[in-house]
Structure formats: structure tokens, C-alpha cells
T-cell receptor
């Protein structure tokens, strides 16, 4: 079955450490997205990519970095510059330029600073 | 820019009660409209959608009608169950913009 996979489900980070969250999709979607969700809050867009080797900053990109070397993969690195990284991170993908289609979401990664 | 406003929660209902979660939008052009559901600790799942005015999306007993005249897409269900307890997000995606805009989410708790 096609879908979008995020790993790991839970991740713990020490102060000053970089960590990378994985997101892989086999839906042949062009566009991929990273969102951050804080407890009881909505979704905030971190980065998005509409094509391989290209990506754009979202609303809260500071302290994060991404790469898009393959269509299927869009990893997110939470750097030590992100001062409050504890949150639930959601990856999504979609057909690019097709507004009638929604986003498909992964099951999320919960990141905790210890 | 495009935006979505949905009713603030939390909403608490008894089992078998009628549910309405209001959603209004602002957009240039004619967006597609969506409702997503998020169960605790999980990602968002598409619940239903409508892609043009007067379309009705429906799934699992939930319904929403695309009302262009009132720029609304209210979610309804005639008889909620405990298993419907979740957070519900209204969203839009415009034809001239690839990004999807989400509402803030409404937490629903259904008590037996």
C-alpha cells in the first residue's frame, strides 16, 4: 500500500545536539511538507518542497534545515539553533498543482529535549 | 491571503448528540475545502472534502457542504460516538496556490 512513513515515532535530544527526522513516501507525490504541532495547538509550516533539489521556508524555518535529494524523501534536521524543539512533527505529501487533492500525512514524530 | 477560521473548542457532547463544528474561509478564487481528523498521538487523516460550490462531502456519518455564498464548510454528524473524540481541522487549498491553509483545530470529546 502507498503511504508516507515517518521515523522514529519518539526521539529524544540532548541540549546542543542536532537530530534528523525521517520522512519517506511511495505515493509518487511531487510536493512534501514539514509541520510542527505544539500541545493543543494547530499546525505551523516549517519547510516545503515542490520538486527535487528545491525547497522553501515556511512560517517557522529558523533552527531547522531540510534536503530533497530524492522525490521519495524529505528529511528534517532540528539543529541546536532551535531553542524550543520539543513538539510533535508531521510530514505530509501531495500532488503538486492539484488543489482538488488534499495532503497525505505521516503518523508523526514526537521530539523531546532531555 | 487565504485563511480558515473554525470554532474554538473544546466541544464536549454526550453520545448520540448532534455535532456541528463551524468553519468559514477567506480565499481568492474557488478553493477546495477539506476536513481532517487527528486522533491522539497520530497524524491527520482526511475525513472528507468538497471541490466546488454546493458539493457535499461525506464519510463515516460526517457531512459538510461547500457554501460559496456564506464562505462556509461546517462539519455535521447526526449522532456522535465516543470513538469520534478527536481534533478536527478545517482546511482549504486554492487553485492558484499549492499551499494548504489549516484552521486552528477543534477538540471534540464525546462522553458515554
Amino acid at each position: 500500500d502507498g503511504g508516507i512513513t515517518q521515523s522514529p515515532k519518539y526521539l529524544f535530544r540532548k541540549e546542543g545536539q542536532n537530530v534528523t527526522l525521517s520522512c519517506e513516501q511511495n505515493l509518487n507525490h511531487d510536493a512534501m511538507y514539514w509541520y510542527r504541532q505544539d500541545p493543543g495547538q494547530g499546525l505551523r509550516l516549517i519547510y516545503y518542497s515542490q520538486i527535487v533539489n528545491d525547497f522553501q521556508k515556511g512560517d517557522i524555518a529558523e533552527g531547522y534545515s531540510v534536503s530533497r535529494e530524492k522525490k521519495e524523501s524529505f528529511p528534517l534536521t532540528v539543529t541546536s539553533a532551535q531553542k524550543n524543539p520539543t513538539a510533535f512533527y508531521l510530514c505530509a505529501s501531495s500532488m503538486s498543482g492539484q488543489a482538488i487533492y488534499g495532503y497525505t500525512f505521516g503518523s508523526g514524530t514526537r521530539l523531546t529535549v532531555v | 491571503g487565504d485563511s480558515v477560521t473554525q470554532m474554538e473548542g473544546p466541544v464536549t457532547l454526550s453520545e448520540e448528540a448532534f455535532l456541528t463544528i463551524n468553519c468559514t474561509y477567506t480565499a481568492t478564487g474557488y478553493p477546495s475545502l477539506f476536513w481532517y481528523v487527528q486522533y491522539p498521538g497520530e497524524g491527520l487523516q482526511l475525513l472528507l472534502k468538497a471541490t466546488k460550490a454546493d458539493d457535499k462531502g461525506s464519510n463515516k456519518g460526517f457531512e459538510a457542504t461547500y457554501r460559496k455564498e456564506t464562505t462556509s464548510f461546517h462539519l455535521e454528524k447526526g449522532s456522535v460516538q465516543v470513538s469520534d473524540s478527536a481534533v478536527y481541522f478545517c482546511a482549504l487549498r486554492s487553485y492558484n496556490n499549492n499551499d494548504m491553509r489549516f484552521g486552528a483545530g477543534t477538540r471534540l470529546t464525546v462522553k458515554p
